[in-house]
């Protein structure tokens, strides 16, 4: 039987010890308000927490974080930088994420080469090497 408030007891009890993917599951609990309060402030702590141990998962949830300004402000930069992280440790997600952004941005910058931007025309290019 599926009891999520005594999965998020004891998810914190290891989140406190330092244990990356307990902050991370905890995190998501927080984030929707499953088994605990929602609280989206206390999410992003504690996917922060677990970033910084190289948990890909919490990598790519901080990472949406920031792209979207979730408790955070907006960073396409920092959000860019996570996905790369959980990316290149196998993550499905982070790896489509960059992905998108990297065809948005091959896109844009032939939109700009196409109207004669001429510094566009130079990373349409490299860009379009790249991918």
Excluded: F, P
């Excluded at 922060?48 to 190289?54: N, P, S």
């Excluded at 032939?110 to 109207?115: E, G, I, P």
């Amino acid at each position: 039987q599926k009891d999520e408030r005594e999965a998020m007891r004891l998810y914190k009890l290891a989140a406190d010890q330092g244990h990356a993917k307990a902050q991370c599951e905890l995190g998501w609990g927080y984030q929707y308000g499953t088994g605990v309060r929602k609280d989206e402030r206390e999410a992003v702590r504690l996917y922060k927490l677990a970033a910084d141990q190289g948990n890909a998962q919490a990598q790519a949830y901080v990472g949406c974080c920031y792209e979207r300004g979730i408790r955070v402000q907006k960073d396409d930069r920092e959000a860019v930088r996570l996905y790369k992280l959980a990316a290149k440790q196998g993550h499905a997600q982070a790896q489509y994420n960059l992905g998108v952004r990297y065809q948005n941005g091959v896109r844009l910058y032939k939109l700009a080469a196409d109207q004669g931007t001429v510094q566009a025309c130079g990373q349409a290019r490299t860009c379009a090497s790249t991918v």
